[in-house]
């Protein structure tokens, strides 16, 4: 099964500070890359999502970079808070549904 | 605003019996999900449907089947519910198909002892 590889499974940083998180695939034929925010008790929520047609994208402090190459692409959190304490999941979509990965939770520290 | 909604937060089921989870979406979305969320493995997709009365396994359809007789509502069953199905499942439904854009409920833990 084609898989979607996420790191790391959990991030401290300080507030202020960058967060990045890594995501992995592995067939060229993904053709959709978006981020799910997910809050403890309630559900995943879409972040920001990104096609294979460019390399990076920006809404607010939240910043995709798509490495097609490399078969990468990341999440970065510029200046983090503590509300963006969440776990948050990469998912890819192979021409049918989204494949996730297995997430990160990401802690922000005042 | 859209509005995916589970009908349990929590339920507590005893191994063996029939277990329904529902799911109502008040968007007119075509397209609907059943997803279970398991620590360490993320979101693993069970059923969907792209239409009333259609269906198509996901990845991880054993044990379990669903139903959908009207647009807005979707159902998961659990046949006989077993320990390993202990999980939180997650609803989720979406204008456009194949994954774009995925508006989620907010999740039903299921425990069975």
Known sequence: ?110 | DVKVTQSSRYLVKRTGEKVFLECVQDMDHENMFWYRQDPGLGLRLIYFSYDVKMKEKGDIPEGYSVSREKKERFSLILESASTNQTSMYLCASSLQGFGEKLFFGSGTQLSVL
Not at chain 1, 30 to 57: C, N, T
Not at chain 1, 62 to 68: A, G, L, V
Not at chain 1, 80 to 85: L, N, R, W
Request: net charge positive.
């Open chain 1, 1 to 110: 099964q084609q898989q979607v590889k996420q790191s790391p499974q959990s991030l401290i940083v300080q507030k202020g500070g960058i967060s990045i998180i890594n995501c992995a695939y592995e067939n060229t034929a993904f053709d959709y890359f978006p981020w799910y925010q997910q809050f403890p008790g309630k559900g995943p929520a879409l972040l920001i999502a990104i096609r294979p047609d460019v390399s990076e994208k920006k809404e607010g402090r939240f910043t995709i970079s798509f490495n097609k190459s490399a078969k990468q692409f990341s999440l970065h959190i510029m200046d983090s808070q503590p509300g963006d304490s969440a776990t948050y999941f990469c998912a890819a979509r192979p021409r049918g549904n989204l494949i996730f990965g297995k997430g990160t939770k990401l802690s922000v520290k005042p």
